[in-house]
């Protein structure tokens, strides 16, 4: 799976493998069973099962800033009509999100969130930092994902859709 690139294993008190950024994701995919393929050298997509819905996740590497960008995607479209009250309802919702952002596409009005991790010069990620940045971005699609729906079909206002969506994700066991 790692598609002919170096691999490096530290050898110090903190040993680790690191790989090319989209090349450690597609391993904890294929680690997890998780299908995904290369859409080029430098971006991976695949697809998670959250707790309200299927996340497409793609990885893009930037190797000139060396950032490797995040997007998980939960196939959520939002209407013209409804753009105002998302748009509020995401400055809410982004308040409360310590990494990364929500954010609508423009092409095609898709819902996502956006995450970028800087890598250091070696422009390596290990397989703790790619498992991190996977897991914060379906959580927080999961977190906020009700919110979202209550705006688009339940016809909540933005912010007692946040409301809502806060008090069901503290009532889950």
């Known amino acids: 799976m ?10 110090d008190d903190n040993e680790r493998d690191d790989a090319a950024p989209v090349d450690m994701i597609a391993s904890l995919f294929e680690a997890r069973g998780w299908p995904c393929e290369f859409v080029s050298d430098d971006e991976v997509t695949g697809e998670i099962q959250g707790s309200w819905a299927n996340y497409q996740l793609r990885a893009i590497w930037r190797v000139e800033d060396h950032v490797l960008q995040i997007l998980c995607l939960p196939d959520t479209r939002i209407p013209d009509d409804k753009k105002p009250a998302v748009f509020e309802l995401m ?10 952002h929500f954010d609508i596409w423009s092409n095609g009005s898709v819902l996502l969130y956006r995450h ?9 990620l290990s397989i703790s930092q790619a498992q991190a940045a996977v897991e914060a971005a379906v959580d927080e699609c999961d977190r906020f994902y009700p919110a979202f729906q209550f705006v688009l079909w339940g016809d909540k ?4 859709a946040l409301s809502s969506a806060m008090v069901d994700a503290a009532g889950e066991a």
């Open 157 to 160: 206002s933005p912010s007692e």
């Open 2 to 11: 790692f598609r002919g690139r170096t691999m490096r294993t530290g050898h």
């Open 116 to 124: 970028g991790l800087m890598l250091g010069d070696d422009g390596l």
């Open 91 to 100: 400055a809410l919702i982004n308040e409360q999100v310590w990494i990364g």
